[in-house]
């Protein structure tokens, strides 16, 4: 009776240690909270170190309290001669630029690097040329081949970084996706109260 009572002790004090976590930290797991719901990523910093490594770092420092998703792509609001792609973008750029482009030039990892394609649920830094990514994440709803290396959507045929994918909350990826926009804006912005760690 005795011991077993030891080892309840036991069990109880080592989930009161601070840094226990019952995520593997080979995968991470991050929260989106959002005013639509909760989105829950996991990451992949062993193939995306330094895409990986640069997001957690912004949640971690509490960077995207009060941000947003902002943008969304879908068949409806491209240009018909254009490579079609569908996600929705979200980050500080429309709650605070100046703090958004101070943080910018994470090392891009391709996805022949990295060999995390842009499938359905995928999470991905935006950017303009390679190297030039900063804050601003998307989401793929779908399979976007076109996002990576080689694909269509970039003249450089270099892709965007993938480094992550949803795990859960897909249903309000989704959501958020069907919600009113205008000109590539949503309308209104989807308010993210906080992303954090797991």
Known sequence: MHRNYLWIVLIAFTGLLPGCSSSNPATPHILIRTQAG???IELYPRQAPRTAGAFLSYVDSGFYKNSSFY???NDDNQASNAPKSELIQGGIWKTD???????????HETTQQTHLLHKDGVIS?????PGTAGTEFFICVGDQPGFD?????NADGQGYAAFGKVVKGMDIVRNIYARPENNQSFDPPVIINEIVRL
Request: no cysteine; proline share 4%; net charge positive.
């Open 38 to 40: 909760d989105i829950e």
């Open 71 to 73: 943008r969304v792509l």
């Open 97 to 107: 630029y100046k703090k958004a482009v101070r943080h910018q030039d994470i090392p």
């Open 125 to 129: 830094l935006a950017r303009t040329t």
């Open 149 to 153: 290396y080689g694909g269509d959507n």
